[in-house]
């Protein structure tokens, strides 16, 4: 099977796991999710190793908010 | 747009819709957070390339083209390695040394029909079956492991992976688990395998003279060993 297709059932399969896994724990943070996504993003994208049409965007973007969420936790953390 | 371009795009917008809806609606974390992870799959269909040509039909048009070069050599009785190098109209040809081998082609040089004559040197001048693919649009701004490894494994499905080192002059490609059927002796001996012509046409394409040196089937793996030579 065509590796890039492969990562993007791959990745499917993954980020709906994660959604119905985490919501059925009760988790009512979005940042979790989003993290998770980004996570599981960059695994898929590192084991299969797909091809993008241009620039990949998209783990330019989950990298910019993952960064910005980590940001506002140690936040968190050294104002309490 | 194809078709998985339809289903990109088709996807992004309602996962959108979806997240919009029930971020600011519903007010239903789980749901949103679903619709972010569609939006983010969308995105990633959308930034698939397309694969319009399966690549096992790659594969056999690059297989059919050896064929008439193996004739051509068959009948001029070539047995030589040949030289692949970058013309000057930027397209890589094979130079083979006619009679004794003296030599890459030193100098300047205009390559001009199928026998190019450098300093007294004869060299009959053959295009190779990969001096076309390797110019195409994804690999513009490539450089040779990233290329090589787009021809071979994705584009025509040639191996299933591709290594590369490099050793002062030469270059070591390993293929693991070859696919390419070049039953034709002469072209192997002459341009190598299809793998290997690919890999020199690159370099050529990269440094202006490439030559394979040597190929070894071992174990499921192809070892090719390169010689690279600077222009003129």
């Known amino acids: ?80 | 747009m194809d078709r998985l371009g339809v289903l990109g795009a088709g996807l992004t917008v309602f996962a959108s819709l979806l997240t919009i809806w029930s971020y600011l609606f519903l007010m239903n974390i789980p749901l949103t957070a679903l619709g972010i992870g569609l939006l983010i799959l969308g995105i990633s269909i959308l930034l698939t390339p397309p694969h319009p040509i399966p690549p096992h039909a790659v594969r056999a048009l690059l297989e059919g083209s050896t064929l008439n070069i193996e004739a051509l050599l068959e009948e001029l009785n070539i047995t030589n390695r040949g030289y692949y190098v970058k013309g000057a109209d930027g397209r890589v040809y094979v130079l083979i040394p006619i009679g004794r081998d003296t030599g890459p082609p030193i100098g300047e040089f205009e390559i001009k029909g199928l026998v190019t004559k450098i300093q007294d040197r004869k060299y009959l001048t053959i295009i190779p079956p990969s001096s076309e693919i390797i110019y195409v649009q994804e690999l513009s701004e490539a450089g040779f492991d990233d290329a090589l490894n787009y021809i071979i494994v994705d584009l025509s499905e040639l191996a299933e992976s591709v290594e590369t080192s490099t050793v002062g002059e030469y270059v070591v490609v390993k293929i693991r688990k070859p696919r390419g059927h070049v039953a034709s002796w002469r072209f192997r001996n002459v341009l190598g395998s299809l793998e290997a012509s690919i890999a020199a046409s690159l370099l050529a394409e990269k440094y202006g003279i490439a030559r394979i040196v040597d190929e070894v089937d071992m174990g499921g793996e192809r070892i090719i060993t390169l010689e690279v030579f600077q222009h003129g």
């Open chain 1, 1 to 80: 099977m065509d590796k890039n297709i492969l990562f993007n059932i791959v990745l499917g399969f993954m980020i709906v796991s994660t959604a119905v896994i985490l919501s059925g724990l009760g988790e009512m943070r979005l940042d979790v999710y989003i993290s998770m996504y980004t996570l599981e993003y960059f695994v898929a994208k590192a084991v299969l190793r797909p091809r993008r049409r241009f620039l990949d965007i998209l783990g330019l973007a989950l990298l910019l908010i993952f960064s910005i969420i980590v940001c506002f936790r140690i936040w968190e953390i050294l104002r309490a």
